[in-house]
């Protein structure tokens, strides 16, 4: 299973793979960690996070001012294996 979210903003309003940025300190993993515990309500040690690559995205616009001076990230894919009971019990 892949979780898709739909993002309302750009620069990719579009569905998206959930996740959101590393605070200073973390390691990409504890990132993803804290990402999915906040997105999704799913509690999973950062261990368990396995990457699956890097992409640099560059982006001609940007939500923020100044708008035309576009964007560029770096992301870092992760995959999460869940069991059936730990995704449904997460889910309540």
Same mark, same amino acid.
Do not use: E, M
């Given at each position: 299973m892949v979780l898709l979210g739909k993002r309302k903003v750009h620069p990719q309003p579009d569905w998206w793979l959930v996740g959101g940025r590393g605070r200073p300190g973390l390691s990409p993993s504890e990132a993803a960690a804290a990402n999915t515990k906040r997105e999704l309500k799913i509690d999973a040690n950062p261990e368990r996070f396995k990457v699956v690559g890097s992409y640099n995205l560059v982006w001609e616009f940007r939500q923020q001012k100044p708008?035309?001076?576009? @964007?560029?990230?770096?992301? @870092?894919v992760h995959s999460l294996v869940l069991t059936e009971v730990r995704y449904l019990i997460n889910r309540n």
């Open positions: 708008k035309n001076n576009g @964007t560029a990230d770096i992301s @870092t």
